[in-house]
């Protein structure tokens, strides 16, 4: 980037910053979300809700389902 560039785009500055932060916000709950371990884990979290009778039958075969189809895709 030469001067006069650099200088005239200095004022896009901030929303680069804002930018940048976003894409690594996304980035990060891209990963936290197919990340085989963070899916395993609420597998068993959701195995426990439902032991507990904290969770319907039909909304644990629909979280468990969602949860595999994760899993299966990562």
């Known amino acids: ?3 006069i560039s650099g200088v005239l785009t200095l ?7 804002v930018v940048w932060v ?3 916000l996304a ?3 891209d990963r936290e979300l197919h990340d085989p371990s963070v899916i395993r884990a609420r597998l068993v979290a959701l195995n426990h809700e439902f032991e507990a009778g904290h969770l319907g039958k ?4 629909r ?8 899993l299966y895709a990562s």
């Open 11 to 17: 004022p896009l500055a901030p929303v680069r910053g």
């Open 58 to 61: 039909e909304a644990f075969e």
């Open 63 to 70: 979280e468990e389902e969602q949860l595999l189809d994760l």
């Open 1 to 3: 980037m030469g001067l």
């Open 27 to 29: 980035r990060a709950a």
């Open 22 to 24: 976003a894409d690594q």
